[in-house]
């Protein structure tokens, strides 16, 4: 196996960990958490493409820094409207999470 | 059997830091203190940042430290701390829904970890340029000034939408 199929090896065992962790987590800051380790395997998958890809360019450097900022929106709304309704809830629990349900 | 890897220093110093990075993965989901979870994955994170330094991506790396671990990682640490979790580890426990999830994501590794033995990767063409961080900039500017520009407003709307979200609500009179 080649340095990049261990590099995408290692983002895909970081993707499920975190695609368990949405799964399961019931408390709210630990499922955004998990999100954004889904979000960092794919940049690392990015970034090695952009070094042992077949024609290696910055190109995928540039699109992990992009997503990396649209990552770190998505942190900041995410806490805000998480704050939002644990004022409204008191509780973070995504289970108790389910206006739109009913 | 043959797994095909030669045993260079970059290979051990990649696996060093997978074992940091998973390993830091694995506890943040094993843990049941919030806090520790964070911590954790801040880890996680530098970990990552090392990776990005051995496939030549410095700046990443930069960022990564700076936005993931500094910025990202106090964000949430923040969330924590506004909110209540006195009922952490407490709650009765899912086995079905945990061990559903749990095969659902090991067959989705074992998917793409199967597509990823049977590829064939062509071998890179050239190397990198070795100043990544001035042609970053330059690309920045020029090829890519225009998601540049989109990012920026994103940013800002973001920002101003976080404020708004969590500015508290005025008593109606």
């Known amino acids: 196996m080649s340095m990049l199929g261990s590099y995408l090896t290692l983002a895909a065992v970081l993707f499920c960990v975190g695609l368990f962790g949405v799964l399961t987590k019931r408390n709210a800051i630990i499922v955004l958490l998990s999100i954004e380790l889904m979000l960092n395997a794919v940049n690392l998958n990015l970034v090695a493409f952009s070094k042992y890809g077949a024609q290696p360019s910055l190109a995928g450097q540039i699109f992990s820094l992009f997503s990396m900022t649209v990552a770190a929106a998505e942190a900041a709304v995410g806490i805000a409207v998480l704050i939002a309704l644990y004022r409204r809830k008191a509780t973070v629990n995504v289970d108790e999470y389910d206006e739109l349900g009913r | ?173």
């Open chain 2, 1 to 173: 059997m043959d797994w095909n890897i030669d045993f260079t220093g970059e290979f051990f110093a990649f696996f060093l830091l997978a074992v940091c990075a998973i390993a830091g993965a694995v506890l943040a989901i094993n843990f049941t203190k919030v806090v520790h979870t964070a911590l954790s994955l801040a880890f996680t994170f530098v970990s990552l940042a090392g990776l990005y330094i051995l496939l030549q991506a410095e700046f990443v790396a930069f960022v990564q430290v700076l936005l993931y671990v500094g910025a990202v990682t106090i964000l949430m640490i923040f969330g924590i701390m506004m909110t209540k979790h006195q009922s952490e580890g407490r709650e009765p426990g899912r086995p079905l829904l945990e061990t559903l999830a749990a095969i659902g994501c090991l067959c989705l590794f074992g998917i793409l970890f199967y597509a990823i033995r049977s590829a064939s990767f062509p071998a890179p063409e050239a190397a990198l340029p070795e100043d990544n961080v001035a042609s970053i900039g330059m690309l920045l500017y020029s090829a890519y000034a225009i998601p540049f520009e989109l990012v920026s407003v994103l940013l800002t709307v973001a920002f101003i939408g976080a404020v708004a979200l969590a500015k508290r609500e005025e008593e109606q009179p």
